[in-house]
């Protein structure tokens, strides 16, 4: 039991000042020290996601042409290709591996891929540099935009979603868009905050061909009917 002889002591004795001090900073240093580590840790995650998202658009863009093709001098992604580029996440995208071991779910569960190939459509025939386009979806893997959806034009500094687009890119050509989301899970605080979802978009034209086709059937990924090319 405290008395009252040790407690005027206390007060009097100029080392409780420190005490007093220590017992005040320490719950605010190690606020400090965990929310810096939490945002290390989310910013280094952040990159590796954007590294994701641009190492498969990379892959995608350069096919080569593909006398398959629907048109010989495209390009062409096959199934095969398709789930390549998927799985090489869990490569670029480490983390997607030890997150979903520690929630007990598959990888998959962590980290999704979605890419599409969108082609641009002249909106009148040779209208030179006065043109304006038209998005046309070609194809779409894991949540793209389905076939003859209407994808609207967006400012630059928006968001892209599978129905948006910055208006930047339009133009003659097409263009490969590859969407990388994340389950993240903070180190400390998991139980409390859950998780949130980081979204990566990459965007790249074809760098050997004007179109990359797919004829992906056993996803539901190959060329749309009456694509421009």
């Known amino acids: 039991m405290l008395t009252r002889p040790f407690l005027s002591r206390f007060a009097k004795d100029s080392r409780a000042v420190g005490t007093v001090e220590f017992v005040v900073a320490l719950p605010l240093a190690l606020f400090l020290m965990l929310g810096g580590y939490e945002t290390a840790n989310y910013v280094r995650v952040s990159l590796r996601l954007e590294m994701a998202a641009n190492s498969i658009a990379e892959m995608i863009s350069q096919s080569p042409a593909n006398a398959a093709a629907s048109v010989a001098s495209n390009g062409l992604v096959t199934n095969q290709q398709l789930h390549f580029f998927y799985d090489s996440t869990m490569y670029t995208l480490p983390d997607s591996l030890i ?26 025939a040779n209208c030179g540099a006065t043109c304006t386009y038209t998005p046309v979806v070609v194809w779409s893997f894991n949540g793209g935009p389905a076939c003859g959806a209407q994808i609207q034009q967006s ?60 004829n992906d059937t056993a996803d539901n990924a190959a060329n749309c009917p009456n694509t421009p090319f």
């Not at 979903?100 to 909106?123: C, H, L, M, R």
């Not at 389950?183 to 790249?204: E, H, I, N, Q, V």
Request: aromatic share 12%; proline share 7%.
């Open 155 to 214: 400012a630059d500094d928006a968001v892209v979603t599978p129905l948006t687009l910055p208006a930047s890119v339009y133009g003659p050509g097409s263009l490969l868009v590859v969407q990388v989301s994340y389950k993240y899970y903070p180190t400390f605080g998991a139980s409390w905050f859950g998780a949130t979802t980081l979204t990566r978009t990459a965007m790249m034209a074809p760098r050997n061909v004007n179109v990359v086709e797919s």
């Open 99 to 124: 997150e979903a071991a520690q929630q007990g779910v598959n990888w998959q569960d962590i980290a999704t891929v979605s890419y599409w190939s969108v082609e641009f459509k002249p909106n009148a």
